[in-house]
């Protein structure tokens, strides 16, 4: 697999460490999504994910170099699945690689806030007795509050 | 110009196609390319505040100008997952 990757198939977070990991490193930081049963009082069944694939991907590139910036020590992977996931299964896994822990906590943490911050990726969830998009917040890139908020959570 | 448009999610519903190709005038902006399927979609006017866009597959903002055979993508807010409310 590559670093950043969009994909149909189901995750694992065992090959998305390995991708970054090496012999230097003394610690590997891995963080899955997953989807749950519930949501906001409802009952989910399953989520669909649509995404931008090759915006995602670029998105993806981009929290790499924003990730290699402040922690340049750190490697980062991010491997998103789009499609039809159910209950229990990953929707996104990211793992950094770094010579310590605190790096690796850190790169991890800020990619995982900066993915739902700016990546193209859109949840369908489909409950009990209906279905609907999941909105967050309008996707930009260049809003550095937001940046800085993805930093403070890193680091808190 | 002719322009690609791609639509996603809530959006793509909205229009009932997620890819759509589209004739400009000379020296549209993204903004020209939103307006136009806004009048050809009157439910999408009630997303723009909270729509983003980009522009041949990178991001842009609705000033961007567009040319002949750009694909300009419309995105609506993405997942969040509870960013807002921690």
């Known amino acids: 697999m590559q670093l950043f990757e969009v994909t149909t198939d189901p995750l694992d977070v065992t090959r998305t460490a390995a991708v970054v990991s090496h012999s230097g490193d003394g610690a590997v930081a891995t963080f899955v999504g997953l989807v749950r049963d519930h949501n906001a009082e409802r009952r989910v069944l399953w989520i669909d994910y649509e995404a931008y694939v090759p915006l995602a991907r670029k998105a993806f590139e981009r929290i790499g170099a924003e990730t290699a910036e402040r922690w340049p020590a750190a490697r980062l992977a991010i491997h998103h699945r789009t499609g039809r996931i159910e209950i229990g299964e990953a929707s996104v896994v990211i793992a950094a690689a770094s010579v310590h822990r605190s790096d690796a906590f850190a790169a991890c943490r800020y990619a995982i806030e900066r993915v739902k911050q700016i990546a193209p990726v859109w949840k369908h969830e489909h409950f009990e007795g209906g279905e609907t998009w999941i909105e967050g917040a309008a996707a930009d890139a260049d809003d550095e509050a937001a940046r800085q908020l993805a930093f403070e959570r890193a680091c808190s | ?86």
Do not use: K, Q
């Not at chain 2, 983003?52 to 040319?67: G, I």
């Open chain 2, 1 to 86: 110009m002719f322009v690609t448009i791609r639509l996603f999610a809530r959006l793509r519903e909205i229009a009932g196609a997620g890819d759509l190709r589209r004739e400009l005038p000379a020296g549209a902006t993204a903004h020209t390319a939103w307006e136009s399927l806004a009048r050809e979609f009157p439910a999408l006017t009630a997303h723009e505040r909270s729509v983003s866009c980009a522009v041949n597959e990178d991001y842009a903002r609705f000033s961007t100008p567009l040319h002949d055979g750009d694909e300009i993508a419309f995105l609506p807010p993405v997942s969040g997952g509870g960013f807002a409310c921690r």
